[in-house]
């Protein structure tokens, strides 16, 4: 080996500039290990951050949808109860003043009817709410009755199949997904100016996949993101919230 | 397994001090505690690594290791009293420089180390706890 013919100083210039370099290539690699991560803190905080300010846009939009849905209902029996009532009450009262017999059979009947059309409506109130065909049959029966509706309004053809749907999910689920599935029909309708609608399920290792596709105008993935990170788009952060109660995803394409 | 062949080779070279064995020893110290650095660096998140008693146990052996590597390669070259010196200097400070990290690191208190897979992320339990069927 050559280096058994070095002379001394060699071998101790070597050793020392050897060592010299070994510890710095050491405080090096430490310096790097520090700072990269701090960093990564740096961003995970950032992360964090994000993440909390999307959980508020969150809880903000639901708690506002809350709101929005009690001013409907409150709009509801104010405003078309209410005055139902009332009229039933009146045609009552005319009851006591007025003693001729036929006539106080016709405001009962008058009354009887305005009742009924009472009832009707507090019960079409109810069933906006949690819609009875989904709770006692299921999300297949009431999707594809939410379809058969929409279809045979005349607007758009909607259609609706279930390929693998044989064992229920949870009520609260099901509600969850026919929440997120009207407002999907819903923005559709509204925005995308469609002809049809078509709603495919499928399940696959533990998961269920739907399918929603029209041939209207519609968005990207990119788009709903933004518009969901937006203070507007109530409906758009309620799908989002929703899906990841159910911890699901959505793509948009 | 590594030490166990450090061993075995060592057996046939029993007679020469420092061995070669050594050398290699060194080595695959440095790499197993760079590979347990970088490790570190990827796992902890929260807090910064310097807080943690390991990064500094870990950096005064790096210390001592790469900082006697070449001394343990070069002295078996020569016999000469000076080179001796240089080098039993050179073991000195580098093993008073990790005698004083690793006080330091058990002196120091650690803090709770989350990693990435207990980051406490704000959770949805609130969302999970509505109870949103009508029964």
């Known amino acids: ?253 | 397994m590594v030490f166990l062949a450090f061993f075995v080779f060592d057996l046939f070279q029993i007679k020469k001090v420092p061995t070669n064995t050594l050398i290699f020893e060194f080595l695959f110290f440095i790499v197993v505690i760079v590979f347990f650095l970088f490790q570190r660096m990827n796992d902890i998140v929260s807090i910064p690594i310097s807080s943690t008693i390991s990064f500094w146990i870990a950096v005064g052996l790096l210390i001592y290791f790469s900082g006697n590597f070449f001394n343990i390669l070069l002295t078996k070259l020569s016999l000469d009293p000076k080179i001796r010196a240089q080098s039993g200097m050179i073991y000195m400070i580098v093993t008073i420089s990790k005698n004083i990290l690793l006080c330091l690191a058990l002196l120091g208190s650690e803090k709770n180390e989350i990693t990435d897979e207990n980051i406490p992320f704000p959770n949805d339990e609130g969302f999970q706890k509505l109870d949103i069927s009508n029964n």
């Open chain 1, 1 to 253: 080996m050559f280096l058994l013919e070095a002379d001394t100083t060699g071998i101790s210039r070597l050793m020392f500039l050897g060592t010299l370099g070994m510890l710095t290539l050491a405080i090096g690699i430490i310096v790097f290990v520090i700072f990269h991560q701090r960093k990564v803190i740096r961003y995970q905080l950032q992360m964090k951050k994000l993440e909390e300010e999307k959980q508020q846009i969150l809880l903000n939009a639901s708690i506002r949808f809350q709101e929005e849905e009690r001013q409907r209902i409150a709009a509801d029996l104010h405003d078309d109860a209410g005055p139902l009532l009332a009229t039933a009450r009146l045609y009552l009262n005319e009851n006591l003043v007025n003693q001729e017999k036929a006539q106080q059979l016709q405001s009962i009947y008058s009354a009887k009817q305005i009742i009924d059309d009472a009832i009707l409506l507090i019960r079409n109130i109810s069933h906006s709410l949690m819609p009875p065909t989904l709770k006692n049959f299921g999300l297949e029966s009431a999707t594809t009755d939410m379809f058969q509706k929409i279809s045979g309004s005349g607007t758009l053809n909607a259609s609706a199949r279930f390929h693998d749907y044989r064992d229920r999910l949870k009520v609260d689920q099901e509600l969850l997904i026919f929440r997120v599935i009207q407002e999907l029909i819903n923005n559709i309708m509204k925005h995308s100016n469609a002809g049809f609608i078509h709603l495919t399920q499928n399940a696959a290792n533990n998961k269920i996949y739907l399918r929603i596709h029209h041939d209207g105008k519609g968005i990207v993935q990119a788009e709903f993101d933004k518009l969901n990170h937006n203070a507007n788009g109530l409906g758009l952060k309620n799908i989002a919230s929703r899906i990841k109660v159910l911890k699901g995803r959505i793509f948009l394409k």
